[in-house]
């Protein structure tokens, strides 16, 4: 069981909109900043978001980030073939002293 | 470019030991705390391990307290990984990752293509 909890699947058509929730506590998402990862298929993982909403260069727009409380939300407009992904989020637990990951969210182009 | 190769990844019986590594190139290695992270066939990610950018602090998973160390050497911009009394559902994908802060955690920026680790009888 993570700590973090995500759907494990999310779909939507192309161009459409996808939101991914991840739910946390306040010894993790309600202390610290969350960031997003996108895993393709038998790639490694990305960094997407970094400080809850911050894009690194190169990410483009259409992805997005926020968080409100002890829960982080990863949105991803105009939805592309090439976004068919996992997804995961990720924050440190103050009162683990660990780095913590939610389980994932594969993405479905329909 | 910034590059981590990991290596070191085999067939390993339970309850034996193995070491990684993990490479770095093209950045200020001493300069970042660094992580391990696997991920277990069809699985999630999981994260392993930290160390700070000096070695002074590094914090573990509860999974692998006790049997597994993280250690670095900056002389040699590697990152390594002891594992010891290894069970089967320590098998996955290990990747070397780079932490943005140089203390334990703020981000990863940086992943390695990873390293697998299978351990069976």
């Known amino acids: 069981q993570s700590v973090l909890t995500q759907p494990p699947s999310v779909s939507a058509a192309p161009g459409q909109k996808v939101t991914i929730s991840c739910s946390g506590s306040?010894?993790?998402?309600?202390?610290?900043?969350v960031s997003w990862y996108q895993q393709l298929p038998g790639t490694a993982p990305k960094l997407l978001i970094y400080d809850n909403n911050k894009r690194p260069s190169g990410i483009p727009d259409r992805f997005s980030g926020s968080k409100s409380g002890t829960s982080a939300t990863l949105g991803i407009t105009g939805l592309q073939t090439g976004d068919e992904a996992d997804y995961y989020c990720g924050t440190w637990d103050s009162s683990l002293s660990a780095a913590v990951f939610g389980g994932g969210t594969k993405v479905t182009v329909l | 470019q910034v590059q981590l190769v990991e290596s070191g990844g085999g067939v390993v019986q339970p309850g034996r030991s193995l070491g990684l590594s993990c490479a770095a190139s093209g950045f200020t290695f001493s300069t970042h705390a660094m992580h391990w992270v696997r991920q277990a066939p069809g699985k999630g990610l999981e994260w392993v391990a930290v160390?700070?950018?000096?070695?002074?602090?590094?914090y573990y998973a509860d999974s692998v307290k006790g049997r597994f160390s993280i250690s670095r050497d900056n002389s040699k911009n590697t990152l390594y990984l002891q594992m010891s009394s290894l069970r089967a559902d320590d098998t996955a994908v290990y990747h070397c990752a780079r932490d943005v802060s140089p203390s334990y955690y703020y981000y990863i920026d940086v992943w390695g293509k990873g390293t697998t680790v299978t351990v069976s009888s």
């Open positions: 160390i700070s950018y000096d070695g002074s602090k590094n």
């Open positions: 306040g010894s993790n998402i309600g202390k610290n900043y």
